[in-house]
């Protein structure tokens, strides 16, 4: 009895299985292919990829073609001599002024006076560069870079910042002009003469050398001015 009902279902089983080979078999014969079905749908995707991005290089390459087309259109800059004149190197008669740091000694600062007594800050360097300016110097360096009228001397602790370059001390400001002038303003100058107080005092440095043959570098810098648009 218990094996007649197993034969039963073996037969039920293999029933089965016959008959669901038989309907894909007959699927497979009627030409339905799900693979293939999948297959054309991706096929599908990436063609519509490809469309999409030749039409955006296409119009990358356009907009390219429009600018350069504008550049070449564009007009050169027309030379400026005077403002080439101020930013070109400059040779000639003219004095050096030398500004360095004190010792402080081991005893430590003197008493009603603070560390920072002691070093050159950028209103001295500044105070000997309007002095020479108004002495009537034709071109005035600081270190190896030319000053304009954007120039800005900065401290930064006790360094010097000028035109994106730090430098250390002693401070060299070279200057270009009558050599005798331009110390009489040195020696005018009551910013200058402040600065002369605390070299006497504290033994900072203020050197003035003249010379027959002063060398202002080029100023290699941006001379376009900068401003902000209003976007509305």
């Keep these: 009895m218990r094996s007649t009902v ?17 309907a894909t078999s007959a699927r497979l014969a009627a030409g339905t292919d799900v693979r293939a ?21 296409a119009q990358l390459t356009a907009l390219q073609a429009e600018v350069a087309a504008a550049a070449e259109d564009r007009a050169p800059a027309p ?26 000694p081991v005893e430590g600062v003197a008493d009603g006076y603070t560390a920072d007594d002691y070093i050159v800050h950028e209103q001295d360097v500044q105070a000997v560069i309007n002095a020479l300016w108004a002495g009537g110097a034709d071109a005035i360096g600081v270190m190896d870079q030319r000053i304009i009228t954007t120039s800005a001397v900065r401290c930064v602790g006790s360094t010097l910042l000028l035109h994106g370059q730090v430098y250390a001390p002693p401070y060299i400001v070279t200057a270009v002009g009558p050599p005798e002038r331009m110390r009489r303003a040195l020696d005018a100058s009551p ?42």
């Design 6 to 22: 197993v034969w039963r279902v073996l037969l039920f089983v293999v029933l089965l299985v016959v008959g669901m080979l038989l």
């Design 37 to 57: 079905e999948r297959r054309t749908d991706l096929v599908g995707l990436i063609r519509a990829e490809q469309d999409r991005v030749e039409a955006e290089t």
């Design 79 to 104: 030379s400026n001599p005077e403002l080439e004149s101020l930013i070109a190197e400059v040779k000639g008669p003219g004095l050096t002024v030398e500004l360095a740091d004190a010792v402080i």
């Design 191 to 232: 910013r200058v003469g402040i600065y002369q107080q605390y070299v006497d005092l504290l033994g900072l440095r203020l050197d003035v050398q003249t010379s027959d043959s002063e060398t202002i570098p080029a100023y290699e810098g941006p001379v376009a001015a900068r401003y902000a648009e209003v976007v509305g």
